[in-house]
């Protein structure tokens, strides 16, 4: 029997930093040594930023995980909490489930903390019911598409042939109006199936097409009160993706931040870079996040599962068919819109994988 392979350095850091468990290293006065890329995401920082900071610098006094590593330290036992609340660097609590490891080195006791967020399985699990229901509901629209195109289209016909036969110029201006709204609703009908022609697919600058995005906004946004905020990070490399369909796609949900925003507010368009990102059942290691958050009064709770399917919009002025065109262009490119929404705060986020 051949003896097992030792892993050199290189080797295990590359394990470490492909773990989707977010780990952070701390030595025996809990300063931070290590942390691998998903604990940068997770944690919102870069290990070069927080290394030797105290991980009382980066908590509240009153966190679960400070007590939990003064706990260890004290026994050298190994300590876990599931459905711990963490708060980290003044962001919004987060979810996870803790599980910290007494090790010793050269009688230097250090702590091994993992961190496995529990939101991302509630995510992970939403994503993959607003796949099914956006599929089904598209077989649905399909179906409805061939059954009232062809009608409308025989209507059409034969208000144009009557039309022909017609002198009066008041029964014309009726078939023209037959006319007219039958190409309505077979507009209608196409913009609900959504864009058909086959992707384009080019390498891009992603801040160019956002900032296409943000001087459209500004045009249409002349006449109110609403200041576009830009916060992007420079360092994204370009991304392969059709440039139409994506300024559609970033245009359609940047509208509706704007149309959520009653008198004045502030529009944000942010980019960020997420590592090992799992989107439906695939993960992926490097996406480019575009984050639209508004100002509004927020998503209704009981509207939120609901605002990816046709049709539906708290508007009594809207279609109800941004955001699922939206939401079909970033599935073309292998991504997703997702969204988080309060009272003051409504964040659309369109995750685009690099590796497409």
Sequence with gaps: ?????????????????????????????????????AAEMLLGTSARQVKGLNLKDLLPLDDPLLEHADTALGTLDGVAEWEAQLTVLRRDP???????????????????????PVDRHIRAYREEQQREQHDLSRE????????????LGGLR???????RQID???LREYTGIITSEADRLRDLVDRLLGPAERLTISSINVHEVVEYVRQLLEAELDSRDIQVVRDYDPSIPDIAVDREQMIQAILNVAR??????????????????ERQYTIG???????????????????????????????????????????????????QHGGIIECQSQPGKTIFSLIIPLEA
């Design 281 to 331: 059942s695939k993960r992926v290691r490097l996406a480019v996040r575009i984050d639209i958050e508004d100002s509004g009064a927020g998503i209704p709770p009981e509207m939120q599962d609901k605002i990816f399917y046709p049709m539906v919009t708290g508007r009594d002025d809207g279609t109800g068919l941004g955001l699922p065109i939206a939401q079909n262009i970033l599935n």
């Design 256 to 273: 509706n931040g704007a149309q959520a925003i009653a008198d004045e507010g502030r529009l944000v368009l942010r980019t960020r870079t």
């Design 157 to 163: 016909g034969a208000a144009q042939l009557l039309e």
């Design 1 to 37: 029997m051949s003896p097992m392979p030792v892993l050199s350095d290189a080797v295990a850091r590359k394990l470490v930093d492909s773990l989707s468990t977010a780990l952070v290293y701390l030595d025996e006065a809990l300063e931070i040594q290590y942390l691998n890329p």
């Design 94 to 116: 987060i979810t996870v489930d803790i599980s910290i490891t007494p090790m010793e080195e050269d009688g230097i006791v250090y702590l091994l903390v993992e961190l496995q």
């Design 140 to 151: 649905v629209i399909r179906g409805l598409a061939h059954e009232i195109k062809n009608p």
């Design 168 to 170: 009066d110029d008041v």
